[in-house]
């Protein structure tokens, strides 16, 4: 039912029945300059809110699987990227609905959706309008993830970044770090595919959603509802790999680089030479010599915008292109 009102679009009434009081999972720990703005939006609304502060790794998990086990029909996260991939673990495989409160530095996965990110009050109306999107949920390992994932490099680089080092420089930390990363040499890998394609490489990075860092679009073709998974593979490591990320954004897609093979597909296994780190949705989950990517059973249900048109790309273009043609038109038909 849900599924036919989603897509109806034009409808204005909720999908969901609103709860008294939205179960809210934040982390006060989390480094961000919006701190004190998303505790004053939280106090302001207290009332709709049944507020869960998490004190260490993995209890937003904990939280969140707890909520859907009773049966809650919208869980939200207020928070970072970090806390959301904790809340999209607890809430994998169950039907509890997703709600955003974009909190972070990032927010990639919000901005993918179409979810304001630079306003709590905007996107706490996206919840109460109630409107269901469905997406697909892969996994690396058995650990589900709901934008990107990265195998190397990148997952290297958040290895090496200390918390310490994030709180006091901030996106700088991870900077220093990568030049540390750079120095080294590369680990050897093949992404074999289900369906029989088979590529080498140095670094591989996974999209379910297009957004990778934020605002770049490094899987271009992404489509985070058509059960595929976006793959790029690197073909040479150090500063060519990082100079050919950003000619190729500047470009118009990381593909168009001769050192990045950029693919679709449906599951596939890494497998390296020796044990490399593994990131999802930005967090670091370990070192394997093998990992296998795939769709986890059942897909996520979150509370977003309709469609790609009201994504973030698309209000960017119409801020840019619309506003000031619009001003003219609209003192001309006040003089009428
Ligand atoms: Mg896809």
Redesign the pocket.
Known sequence: MNRVAARGGMREESDVPTPRRYPLIFNPKARSQKGGRVLRFLMDHANRFAMYATNHAGEARELAARFAAQGESVVIAAGGDGTLNEVVRGLAGTPTILGVLPAGTMNVFAREMGIPFDSLERAFAVIERGHIREV?LFEANGWPFVQMAGVGFDAQVIEETSWEAKKMLGPLAYLLAAVKVLGERPPVMEVICDDGRREEGVAMLA???SLYGGQFKF?RN?????????VLVYKEAGYKLVLDSLRGLALGGIDLMQSVSYF?TEAFTVRAARDVPVEVDGEWIGRFNEIRFQETSSRLRVLAPDGPLAGSFAETMKSLLSWPRRQPELQATRSL
């Open positions: 697909d999209g379910n959603g899987f992404a489509d985070n509802s058509d059960s595929m998974i976006d679709q």
